[in-house]
């Protein structure tokens, strides 16, 4: 195998400077962050001082973010109306993430201790898709098993980490991203991706060559420090 070349700060740094990158292109970036994250009054406010066409309608920003908010709250049916309010499509055409409000609304009433609710709700709305689907049923399984065990007891994670603020996160997340879908728009903020491929670039070249790596909080790493100027994740 050859020896690995060696890039010095210097040329490093000037062969970056070489690099076009307009106001524009930076500009769609902060756009599509302020979008898919829904800081709808940023948007719309550096909309007007960058002078761009906005993406996608604002209102459909704060329906999204009040969709959210519902969620991360517990409140699964207010978020399923407001989600067939804004496109009945979402749901009728992604019957696993139909699923997954249907899950959480079951874990909620757990959550409240109406075991009965949560039993009959199981049976009538949730057993029926176990049945359709190997993942369904696992899923409503390990549901279940929250009602076997005490809140207070050492059950596994992968049984209590429903109750956890997360769960309802990622619930959340995953309605987010099938609405963004339905809008046409990018479920990932597009610097994430950016982040991504970087990182696997520099994994790349630095099979052949020894460079500055990036550090998105210090900015070029002198050649040699590999843990400290690799990019934080």
């Given amino acids: ?5 060696t890039i010095r700060k210097e040329e490093w740094e000037r062969r970056l400077h070489e690099v076009q990158v307009t106001k524009d292109d930076l500009n769609r970036l902060v756009m599509d962050y302020l979008v898919i994250e829904g800081y709808k009054s940023a948007a719309e406010e550096f909309s007007n001082e960058a002078g761009m066409v906005p993406p996608v309608d604002f209102e459909s920003i704060e329906s999204r973010m009040i969709i959210r908010e519902a969620l991360q709250r ?4 207010e978020a399923i109306t407001r989600v067939n309010d804004l496109n009945p499509e979402i ?40 049945e359709e689907s190997p993942e369904f049923l696992a899923e409503l399984e390990r549901t279940m098993a929250l009602l076997a065990f005490d809140p207070t007891s050492l059950a596994p994670s992968a049984i209590t980490d429903l109750l956890s603020p997360a769960q309802r996160m990622k619930t959340a997340g995953e309605v987010n991203a ?29 099979e052949r060559a020894d460079f500055p790596k990036v550090d998105i909080f210090g900015g070029l790493s002198p050649i040699g420090k590999k843990d400290e100027g690799a990019m934080h994740e």
């Fill in 74 to 77: 517990g409140d699964v049916e």
């Fill in 178 to 206: 099938a609405i963004l879908e339905s809008f046409s728009q990018s479920k990932e903020v597009k610097l994430v991706q950016l982040l991504r491929l970087l990182c696997w670039g520099e994994s790349m070249l630095g």
């Fill in 91 to 130: 749901l009728d055409t992604n019957p696993a993430l139909y699923f997954r409000l249907q899950q959480q609304r079951l874990i909620e009433l757990i959550r409240q201790g109406q075991i009965a609710e949560a039993l009959q709700f199981a049976q009538d709305e949730l057993a029926p898709r176990g």
């Fill in 1 to 5: 195998m050859p020896p690995k070349l």
